[in-house]
């Protein structure tokens, strides 16, 4: 589907959107500016990562958090589901216990190439599934637009080399997040997502708030959504993941971009395993993206249909990002870090840093 209001030129958008019940909806860095530093987050024997930490909360082993693309609803991107990590939007709300031995974190590891391994999904024992299922039941009677979707999850991380990482996956669809509420849960996996930075000529970044419609009603995100698994023995590679990338970025935007024009910008690792594969697309003057999203935004109004961002911003220094909402509004976890790092790669000036 070419996305309402732009012009028809986009090859990436095929397959049907993640919007409701699903209604149709470069290898090089960019130099336009430069993106991730050289510098990694990842300390030195952590290579590796378990979406269900050993030793949780027996309470919440999974404490709950933010999730995937809400299995259709409109604007649920994907992140975490092992949470609380509010780097995506979630069907499950969030836990608000004081007791959750694991903070919200997000890492950005500095990567040229992935390699993705598909695995076998773990099984989840009868009396976890009768839990599942029971938590899957009320939160769609909570919200009737969720559907039970297939969805590529993350099954683990691990280095490869410098500058690369093996990224484990598995098929499921969004019930099996709910496990994350399962005292003692054996079988969660965590998140696979993509997020598009795009920047203006001076160095900021476009941001979008979730529509009040979404499942993350006023947060503010990039661009971006789960992975879905490959269909037709096509293989879920790194041009995949930049076929979503471009799809999510059109359709929650309005703003064209062919694959090979992202580049691999860096990976956001989440606290309890999310797994979020950053492209940078190349510049665009904060102009024309206004002009764009105000074109599908009232296409998608034309059509009876709420856009999956409400509004778009451009932000150019954490500073700015705390003005979004005001103190206390809702901003993905790893909106701050790749907000700071970008911004000081690309080197804004004062008066491009105070504007935004």
Do not use: K
């Not at 028809?8 to 500016?33: I, K, M, Q």
């Not at 029971?134 to 637009?145: F, G, Q, Y």
């Not at 990002?321 to 901003?331: E, F, I, N, Y």
């Amino acid at each position: 589907m070419v996305p309402p209001g732009t012009s028809g030129r986009d090859p990436c958008l095929s397959g049907a959107s993640e919007r409701a019940r699903g209604t149709p909806g470069a290898s090089e860095r960019d130099p336009c500016p430069p993106g991730a530093s050289g510098r990694d987050p990842c300390p030195s024997g952590a290579s590796t990562w378990d979406p269900c930490p050993s030793g949780a909360s027996a309470q919440t082993p999974c404490p709950s958090g933010a999730s995937e693309r809400a299995g259709g609803t409109p604007g649920a991107s994907g992140r975490d589901p092992c949470p609380p990590d509010a780097s995506a939007q979630d069907p499950y709300p969030p836990s608000t216990s004081t007791q959750d031995p694991y903070p919200p974190s997000t890492e950005l590891l500095d990567v040229r190439r992935i390699r993705l391994v598909e695995a076998a999904v773990p099984p989840v024992p009868s009396g976890e599934r009768v839990a599942m299922d029971r938590i899957w039941d009320l939160v769609v009677r909570a919200n009737p637009l969720l559907f039970d979707g297939p969805v590529a999850a993350c099954a683990g991380l691990t280095r490869d080399g410098p500058d690369g990482l093996v990224l484990t996956w598995v098929r499921t669809t969004y019930r099996r997040y709910g496990l994350r509420r399962v005292p003692g849960a054996t079988a969660c996996v965590a998140s696979l997502y993509t997020d598009v930075l795009q920047p203006t000529p001076d160095g900021r970044l476009l941001v979008g708030r979730m529509a009040a419609s979404t499942a993350a009603a006023g947060r503010w995100q990039l661009p971006g959504g789960a992975v879905e698994p490959p269909v037709d023995g096509l293989p879920l590679d790194l041009a995949a993941l930049r076929r979503n990338a471009a799809r999510e970025l059109a359709e929650e935007t309005g703003v064209v971009h062919l694959p090979d024009e992202l580049a691999l910008w860096g990976v956001a690792r989440g606290a309890y395993g999310s797994a979020g594969v950053l492209f940078l697309a190349p510049c665009r003057p904060a102009a024309l993206l206004r002009e764009r999203f105000a074109d599908l935004t009232s296409a998608e109004q034309a059509r009876g249909r709420e856009p999956e961002l409400d509004r778009i911003a451009f932000v150019g220094s954490l500073a700015g990002l705390a003005r979004l909402g005001g103190p206390g509004a809702d901003r993905a976890d790893c909106l701050g870090p790749v907000v700071a790092r970008y911004t000081a790669a690309a080197g804004l000036s004062p008066g491009s840093r105070a504007g935004g």
